[in-house]
């Protein structure tokens, strides 16, 4: 399982699940989350925030 609280946090921009709603998401097979705020940086601006999706920095 990855309902590790801790990791709930947008991986766009680190706000946690208890500030935003938490959409998730998966790349390459890894469970990330992203906030509804970024969600449309995500749809619109992918090749910026794929480095973060690559990097897995889903904190
Ligand atoms: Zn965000």
Redesign the pocket.
Request: with cysteine.
């Given at each position: 399982m990855n309902e590790n609280p801790a990791n709930s946090r947008?991986?766009?921009?680190?706000?946690s699940d208890s500030e935003?709603p938490?959409i998730s998401i998966r790349y390459s097979g890894r469970p990330l989350w992203?906030?509804?705020?970024?969600?449309p940086?995500l749809i619109h601006e992918t090749d910026q925030i794929k480095t973060k999706l690559e990097t897995g920095d889903a904190r």
């Open positions: 947008c991986l766009n921009c680190d706000t935003m938490l992203v906030c509804s705020k970024c969600m940086v």
